[in-house]
């Protein structure tokens, strides 16, 4: 069975542009969580979207947005990226709630802003 | 305010020693605890996920405790690998409408030849 994926793996983007992230839960998922990983820190949650609604919201500005779509796959998106965007962003799917059920996650997608 | 702490933040053991990681919470309701294995660059891993009625948990050379009353846990390593080098991160959900994850900031482990 496949596991969750993301992509792409790696990325580029300069200040002041936009990027689009994508997330694949494991087949039979319901929930999907995107999280922010800075170079030496734990993980930061950003968002958790189940049966296509947010669920929850970390502490982010609002350049950044995501959705999910009838297939349950996702999408963030950020907007007038900064220099400090630059992060390693997983996402995690859970058959139900992710508190409740557990999270499995993708191999993350490197983001690089110059 | 609901917070997880780890302790320590960062441990160098010989390769084949035993080692314990710590888990201290305040989060309220409780609802479960996780422990996560991630390497870096790299997703974490589920190592365990312990509910309320569980004391004890395994997997392989991987054991959890959990003591919901001093609201502590703890992640014991048996005969470490030098595949085991990777950071250990502690989860707590809270319960309710919205089972929000408290993550810790993880313990940094290295294991040396």
């Known amino acids: 069975d496949a596991g969750v994926t993301q992509s792409p793996t790696h990325l580029i983007k300069t200040r002041g542009q936009h990027v689009t992230l994508r997330c694949s839960p494991i087949?039979?998922?319901?929930?999907v969580s995107w999280y922010q990983q800075v170079l030496g820190q734990g993980p930061q949650f950003i968002f958790q979207?189940?049966?296509?609604?947010?669920?929850g919201r970390g502490n982010f500005p609002d350049r950044f947005s995501a959705r999910q779509f009838p297939n349950y796959s996702s999408e963030l998106n950020v907007n007038a990226l900064l220099l400090g965007d630059s992060a390693l962003y997983l996402c995690?799917?859970?058959?139900?709630?992710?508190?409740?059920?557990?999270?499995?996650f993708g191999p993350g997608t490197r983001l690089t802003v110059t | 305010k609901n917070q997880v702490e780890q302790s320590p933040q960062s441990l160098i053991i010989l390769e084949g020693k035993n080692c314990t990681l710590q888990?201290?919470?305040?989060?309220?309701?409780?609802?479960?605890l996780r422990w996560y294995k991630q390497d870096t660059g790299r997703g974490p891993v589920s190592l365990t996920i312990?509910?309320?009625s569980e004391n004890t948990k395994s997997n392989g050379r991987y054991t959890a405790t959990l003591d919901a009353d001093t609201k502590q846990s703890s992640l014991h390593i048996t005969a470490s690998q030098l595949s085991d080098s990777a950071s250990y991160i502690c989860?707590?959900?809270?319960?309710?409408?919205?089972?929000?994850?408290?993550w810790g900031a993880g313990t940094k482990l290295i294991i040396k030849p």
């Open positions: 312990m509910t309320f």
């Open positions: 995690a799917s859970s058959l139900g709630r992710a508190g409740r059920d557990e999270q499995y």
């Open positions: 989860v707590v959900s809270a319960g309710g409408s919205n089972y929000q994850l408290i």
């Open positions: 979207y189940y049966e296509k609604e947010e669920r």
């Open positions: 087949s039979g998922h319901k929930s």
């Open positions: 888990c201290n919470y305040t989060v309220s309701p409780f609802s479960n």
